[in-house]
């Protein structure tokens, strides 16, 4: 005979309520039982005159599909019995692997710490979940070193303690000491992957990174996280683009659907204009594995930008990425790019830039851009400084060095002040060290552009002159030169070639980068201006 709860589930079940709640996200209705849980709320009459939809929740067959028979199985016992710990914790798992829900994830746990407050496994995922956001990240290093002190020996507590410590600007030795106790405790590919990965992305340091993904690689061969990051290794520090390919290729064989290493072959060959068929088919691999992938959209864009000067085709992969990765504003930022610098479509770029600063107000780069296109574009000076003025304001913004005071420099120039825009001219170039960084060279080669189109090419060349300290970049005012009269001089060319092959520039790209993209942008702005 069915008890009077029975009957109420199962009416509430037929009722056309339950059905359109059947279509909704349940998210909501886990924490609310964690609530009710709290309250004792056991008798489940008193949980459907409640909260109707916590007790959809508790349907079997719809939780199973969506979240798995371990959620179902917890749910249902903690309504009528009492849970113990790691119940509670088995529920906390659950809802992080079927639902990624991070708060409904730590009530679980902490409801397994009620119940045992030294239950080392909900400490260790409370603490590992704190992790992942700044302002709990005190909270992340109690747990943390609460489970250290419960298990010392378990390496999974030092590889989250070290991740945590390389989230911190100084803490590199700590986390390399943690990493490194975890690999003394447990030498498998998993610690080995964590130590190299902070030798080669935290310290930069290739020999200690090589030989720990190879260890990673000794414990299993097939580990293609491994063979990537070695890849990468080879890629960066060593230059070995071939060592780097047959590596990437190798995990693409053991795992013919590994779109991360699709993506990163692409990636590699879209460095060599001789390749670029290859890196395109690669690119094309990873979307077929994985439609829905919007590293490979987006590393398809570059490519066609850059590389093979379809711009049409480019600005349709990075839509497609922008649409993939609606969080991230560089699908937007980018169709803004190649719209503005290739196509002259400055109407377009504008709405492009503005669709990328809603989904991040505070991204520097998009910003920047946002700028340059109003002020020297489209000749909107006031409107380029409201723009600047929200850049100024966000907190990245000591990380653009150089690019900051070359924007000051042109809004100093568009308003006739050399003496301003010398200064800072100057302080851009003293931020240079030697050298032009890969991240602002767009920023170098558009403000020489705009204010060589100023008419300040001679006040250029002289500033470039006097504190370019570099023997070698102090050919470019001469390269400028060039540029400006179209005229094919044997010897400037001659200079600009010994730039170009020279082993330090060419090695990063950035002076090739800089002097072809001169002349790129300036071909741009005299066809946009005789369409216009």
Not at 17 to 46: C, H, N, T, Y
Not at 51 to 56: C, E, K
Not at 115 to 131: E, M, N, Y
Not at 511 to 527: K, P
């Amino acid at each position: 005979m069915k008890s009077q709860d029975q009957h109420a589930l199962e009416q509430f079940l037929d009722s056309e309520r339950i059905a359109k709640l059947k279509e909704r996200d349940f998210v909501d209705a886990i924490k609310r039982l964690f609530m009710w849980s709290r309250l004792e709320v056991v008798d489940l009459q008193i949980l459907l005159a409640l909260d109707s939809q916590a007790a959809w929740a508790l349907v079997p067959d719809d939780l199973a599909k969506s979240c798995g028979d371990t959620v179902t199985d917890v749910i249902g016992r903690s309504i009528h019995t009492q849970c113990d710990a790691e119940q509670w914790f088995q529920l906390g798992e659950s809802v992080m692997e079927n639902l990624g829900h991070h708060y409904a994830a730590v009530e679980a746990y902490e409801m397994a710490l009620r119940v045992d407050q030294h239950h080392f496994s909900s400490i260790l995922s409370k603490g590992q979940i704190f992790c992942l956001y700044p302002d709990t990240q005190d909270r992340a290093l109690e747990a943390l070193e609460l489970a250290a002190q419960l298990k010392p020996g378990d390496e999974e507590v030092w590889v989250a303690l070290g991740q945590l410590h390389s989230m911190h600007e100084g803490k590199s030795r700590e986390a390399e000491e943690c990493f490194t106790k975890a690999v003394d405790l447990s030498p498998t590919w998993y610690t080995y992957m964590y130590l190299g990965d902070h030798y080669l992305y935290q310290q930069q340091m290739p020999e200690e990174a090589k030989a720990a993904f190879e260890s990673a690689l000794e414990h299993d061969p097939e580990c293609c996280p491994a063979l990537e990051n070695l890849a990468e290794v080879h890629r960066v520090f060593y230059e070995d683009y071939d060592q780097a390919e047959s590596l990437l290729l190798r995990s693409t064989e053991l795992f013919d659907d590994r779109e991360e290493s699709w993506v990163l072959l692409g990636r590699l060959l879209s460095q060599h204009s001789e390749r670029c068929q290859d890196a395109e088919r690669y690119f094309l691999k990873a979307l077929e594995v994985n439609p829905e992938s919007g590293d490979a959209a987006h590393g398809l864009g570059y490519l066609y930008a850059i590389r093979m000067h379809r711009y049409q085709d480019a600005i349709e992969a990075f839509e497609k990425s922008a649409h993939l990765r609606p969080g991230i504003p560089y699908g937007w930022s980018a169709v803004g790019n190649v719209n503005a610098e290739f196509l002259g479509r400055y109407q377009q770029a504008e709405q492009a830039y503005q669709k990328a600063l809603q989904v991040d107000p505070a991204e520097v780069a998009t910003g920047l851009n946002y700028v340059y296109l109003l002020r020297d574009c489209m000749n909107r000076i006031e409107d380029a400084k409201v723009e600047f003025e929200k850049v100024e304001k966000a907190e990245s913004l000591p990380q653009w060095e150089a690019a900051v005071p070359l924007h000051r420099a042109l809004f100093a120039a568009n308003d006739g002040d050399w003496d301003a825009a010398e200064m800072n001219l100057v302080q851009a170039i003293d931020s240079l060290h030697g050298e032009f960084p890969q991240s602002s060279s767009d920023d170098w080669v558009r403000a020489v552009v705009s204010l060589m189109r100023l008419g300040y090419l001679p006040q250029i060349q002289q500033c470039f002159t006097e504190h370019l300290t570099d023997p070698e970049l102090k050919t470019l005012p001469q390269a400028l030169e060039y540029f400006k009269n179209a005229k094919r001089d044997p010897q400037v060319q001659q200079q600009l070639d010994a730039i170009m092959q020279s082993e330090r520039y060419y090695q990063h790209g950035t002076l090739e980068w800089f002097v072809q993209h001169i002349q790129v942008r300036l071909n741009a702005l005299a066809t946009a201006a005789a369409v216009g």
